[in-house]
């Protein structure tokens, strides 16, 4: 069973809007990751964010973490037509060492 | 410097007929990991090693087995492929073993039909 489940499932914006996008999740965890994969590619690493942690940036990404609602956000600011793509939300829980635990993902798409 | 590298990259299957897929890194990373990705999901644990020397089942290990070949290379293989593993297969790789706080690298991918 997926322990991420990403809203919304799919979300369409112009170029220059900011796009948010939620990860919830079921049990406790070590740390939560945020992953792209564009169409037919394989997944990258945005930002990864630990449990004593609430909010983190790179770049124009802005990840939020609540601990106390399972919950997390990604934000991408001054979006592009490149930032198009699926995101997905990958938490570590506490027993699992290094492995993933993968939601269902977001496709975002962002016009030009 | 290539990353994790899958090979092949797309293959078709007769449902019973055998195949291994190739992964390997060059980052020295001690942990592989197995993953599988059906339409408009995320990706789920088909098997990992967290070390040279060990494998552990992941969510969907039925119907698949692994090897890992050295501390570069993860195999994954099909006895007797069947049509619920249609799939697009993606192999990672991170540095630690066990440990909390590591990014996972991904390969390309291989895209599998099984007919």
């Known amino acids: 069973s997926q322990q991420g489940e990403e809203d919304p499932q799919a979300l369409s914006i112009q170029e220059g809007e900011n796009a948010t996008m939620n990860c919830s999740y079921k049990t406790s965890i070590n740390n939560l990751q945020w992953y792209r994969q564009n169409s037919g590619r394989g997944l990258v690493h945005l930002i990864l964010i630990r449990s004593n942690e609430r909010e983190k940036h790179s770049g124009r990404l802005r990840v939020t973490l609540d601990t106390s609602k399972k919950s997390s956000s990604l934000l991408i600011t001054a979006s592009r037509a490149a930032d198009t793509a699926s995101y997905f939300c990958a938490t570590v829980r506490e027993t699992s060492g290094s492995r993933l635990t993968f939601g269902e993902g977001t496709q975002l798409t962002v016009n030009p | 410097n290539a990353g994790v590298t899958q090979t092949p990259k797309f293959q078709v299957l007769k449902t019973g007929q055998s195949m291994t897929l190739q992964c390997a890194q060059d980052?020295?990373?001690?942990?592989m990991y197995w993953y599988r990705q059906d339409p408009g999901m995320g990706l789920r644990l088909i098997y990992y090693?967290?070390?040279?020397?060990?494998?552990d089942k992941g969510e969907v290990p039925n119907g698949y087995n692994v090897s890992r070949l050295n501390k570069r290379e993860f195999s994954l293989r099909l006895e007797s492929a069947a049509p619920s593993q249609t799939s697009v297969y993606f192999c990672?790789?991170?540095?630690?073993?066990?440990?909390?706080?590591?990014?996972?690298?991904f390969g390309p991918g291989t895209r599998l039909t099984v007919l």
């Open positions: 980052m020295n990373h001690n942990s």
């Open positions: 990672a790789s991170t540095r630690g073993s066990g440990g909390f706080y590591n990014e996972q690298f």
């Open positions: 090693s967290a070390s040279e020397g060990t494998t």
